[in-house]
């Protein structure tokens, strides 16, 4: 599976974006999907998942009641609606697919396929 990330850019504090994860084929919805995030110098970290019908979703604490993460199994297509962004939410955002277990569902290296990164910088 191949993943393609898009919709990052630069944007001010309180501003919104969305960002899409394009999945190569159709077993997209065999995956569960996830969006990692990593600033600069800083180790990478899980932001949100969303399992395969789109019925279990899952939040890091820090972007929690300001991200939606949703799919489109239909499109392959998963998206991250981002609001009241903030200066620390400036990173590389990366897209993943994997079928990790629910306890596992925020490590890293559990995904089996990995986008390249579409970065995100919030400044003023």
């Known amino acids: 599976v191949q993943l393609q990330a898009s919709g990052g850019g630069l944007v001010q504090p309180g501003d919104s974006l969305r960002l899409s994860c394009a999945a190569s084929?159709?077993?997209?919805?065999?995956?569960?999907m996830s969006w990692f995030r990593q600033g600069a110098g800083q180790e990478r970290e899980f932001v949100a998942a969303i399992r395969l019908s789109g019925g279990y979703k899952y939040y890091a604490d820090s972007v929690k009641g300001r991200f939606t993460v949703t799919r489109d199994n239909a499109k392959n297509t998963m998206y991250l609606q981002m609001n009241s962004l903030k200066p620390e939410d400036t990173a590389v955002y990366s897209c993943a697919a994997g079928r990790p277990i629910l306890s596992a569902i925020t490590t890293a290296s559990t995904y089996y396929y990995w986008g390249q990164g579409t970065h995100v910088t919030v400044s003023s």
């Open positions: 084929e159709g077993t997209f919805r065999s995956y569960t």
